[in-house]
């Protein structure tokens, strides 16, 4: 088996610097997800901490998954969620949804997490926005491992959040020693590590911060030995439906529907309805591949 390792690159989030593992330039996507930022541990210059203002997103879900800190979320359907460690905030956007999130690292304390996205298949991706929260997940143990379904069935832990596609995302806290765990052949995965190293038994691959391994598919067990404490988060699913088209928060299939969306988002269209937030929505960038934005 190969792995396929990938480095981060260093993106500005509302004036945060997070590191970007997916996507990378020849893989968009590992199963559904399409969109991985690690972001801090990062204490806030300000009482208010940082805010990411109102921003609209289509044809995607965000999963936000945090270490430390706190974070609250408002968005176009009303909802008003705070979120900590060890809970998840799921949105579905479908065919158009605003959200903010206030108060990262609020107070001086420090914000550490993750924020994922997975691509809605056609069968949701024009429908209704969605937002849930689940303040409880399942766990599992294995060997070193003590595992969280975040999203989908692994290792017997079935997560209650919503999934469009047959994926899963598994949190992992991994203690110096070995874990075996069982992985779905058909599925392709990768692992993304935030803290200490873990390594990738039989790969000799070693997964620090700062990369994304692809896995690949075809693999019905995954061995991982870790010499440290480690953390880092394990991704898989079927391989997409069809290739997306990604740009700026949007997530569709062609150039004319992200434009759309962002001549929407411009005009004010019902499409995109700001949340109750104290901050003014943002201005979108022009698409790069238009040369006279409409
Ligand atoms: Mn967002």
Same mark, same amino acid.
């Given at each position: 088996?190969?792995?396929?390792?990938?480095?981060?690159?260093?993106?500005?989030?509302?004036?945060?610097?997070?590191?970007?593992?997916?996507?990378?330039?020849?893989?968009?996507?590992?199963?559904?997800?399409?969109?991985?930022?690690?972001?801090?541990?990062?204490?806030?210059?300000?009482?208010?901490?940082?805010?990411?203002?109102?921003?609209?997103?289509?044809?995607?879900?965000?999963?936000?998954?945090?270490?430390?800190?706190?974070?609250?979320?408002?968005?176009?359907?009303?909802?008003?969620?705070?979120?900590?460690?060890?809970?998840?905030?799921?949105?579905?956007?479908?065919?158009?949804?605003?959200?903010?999130?206030?108060?990262?690292?609020? @107070?001086?304390?420090?914000?550490?997490?993750?924020?994922?996205?997975?691509?809605?298949?056609?069968?949701?991706?024009?429908?209704?926005?969605?937002?849930?929260?689940?303040?409880?997940?399942?766990?599992?143990?294995?060997?070193?491992?003590?595992?969280?379904?975040?999203?989908?069935?692994?290792?017997?832990?079935?997560?209650?959040?919503?999934?469009?596609?047959?994926?899963?995302?598994?949190?992992?806290?991994?203690?110096?020693?070995?874990?075996?765990?069982?992985?779905?052949?058909?599925?392709?995965?990768?692992? %993304?590590?935030? &803290?200490?190293?873990?390594? %990738?038994?039989? &790969?000799?691959?070693?997964?620090?911060?700062?990369?994304?391994?692809?896995?690949?598919?075809?693999?019905?067990?995954?061995?991982?030995?870790?010499?440290?404490?480690?953390?880092?988060?394990?991704?898989?699913?079927?391989?997409?439906?069809?290739?997306?088209?990604?740009?700026?928060?949007?997530?569709?299939?062609?150039?004319?529907?992200?434009?759309?969306?962002?001549?929407?988002?411009?005009?004010?269209?019902?499409?995109?309805?700001?949340?109750?937030?104290?901050?003014?929505?943002?201005?979108?960038? @022009?698409?790069?591949?238009?040369?006279?934005?409409?």
């Amino acid at each position: 088996m190969v792995i396929e390792l990938t480095e981060s690159h260093v993106a500005d989030v509302a004036g945060m610097p997070v590191r970007r593992a997916l996507p990378r330039a020849g893989r968009r996507t590992v199963g559904a997800w399409c969109f991985v930022d690690h972001m801090g541990p990062l204490t806030a210059a300000t009482d208010d901490g940082i805010n990411a203002a109102p921003h609209p997103h289509i044809g995607l879900q965000t999963v936000t998954w945090l270490f430390q800190g706190e974070a609250l979320h408002r968005d176009s359907l009303g909802t008003e969620q705070s979120i900590r460690p060890g809970q998840l905030n799921l949105m579905t956007a479908g065919r158009g949804i605003v959200h903010s999130e206030e108060g990262l690292g609020r @107070n001086g304390a420090p914000v550490h997490g993750v924020q994922l996205w997975v691509a809605q298949p056609d069968r949701t991706r024009h429908g209704d926005s969605a937002f849930e929260h689940q303040s409880e997940l399942p766990q599992f143990e294995a060997g070193a491992l003590t595992g969280t379904t975040i999203v989908g069935d692994f290792a017997g832990a079935v997560s209650p959040a919503r999934r469009d596609t047959d994926h899963v995302g598994v949190d992992l806290a991994i203690r110096p020693g070995r874990a075996v765990v069982e992985l779905e052949p058909t599925f392709e995965y990768a692992i %993304v590590v935030f &803290d200490g190293a873990i390594d %990738v038994a039989g &790969d000799d691959v070693a997964v620090t911060p700062g990369h994304l391994a692809y896995l690949g598919s075809g693999r019905d067990e995954l061995v991982l030995d870790a010499a440290t404490t480690a953390h880092g988060l394990l991704l898989g699913g079927t391989p997409f439906e069809s290739k997306i088209s990604m740009w700026w928060n949007f997530v569709a299939r062609t150039h004319d529907e992200l434009e759309t969306a962002n001549r929407d988002w411009r005009s004010g269209s019902d499409r995109f309805v700001d949340p109750a937030s104290p901050f003014a929505r943002i201005a979108s960038p @022009n698409t790069p591949w238009s040369s006279s934005p409409k």
